[in-house]
């Protein structure tokens, strides 16, 4: 009779710690809506692409850096 509570204590454990990964993994999803996608703007000095939201601008131009705001804008050679 012991070894029969025993087992089904032990089954019972189980099933909640199963139970409980699976509600955890649902509950760490974010709320609300999916975030919106950011516009993509290019440093004007190295070309990277990145989100406007990182970016640094002085008056039109945007860089992906304070060193490279510092730096200015890069006049590229056409080799076209």
């Known amino acids: 009779m012991i070894k029969l509570l025993l087992l089904l204590a032990v089954i019972a454990i189980v099933l909640m710690w199963a139970g409980s990964g699976r509600t955890s993994r649902v509950r760490s ?44 804008v890069r006049r590229r050679s056409s080799s076209s």
């Open 29 to 72: 999803k974010p709320a609300g809506r999916e975030p919106q996608p950011e516009e993509m703007v290019q440093c004007a000095h190295c070309g990277v692409h990145l989100p406007r939201g990182e970016a640094v601008r002085e008056g039109d131009a945007v860089f992906c850096s304070e060193t490279h705001r510092a730096l200015g």
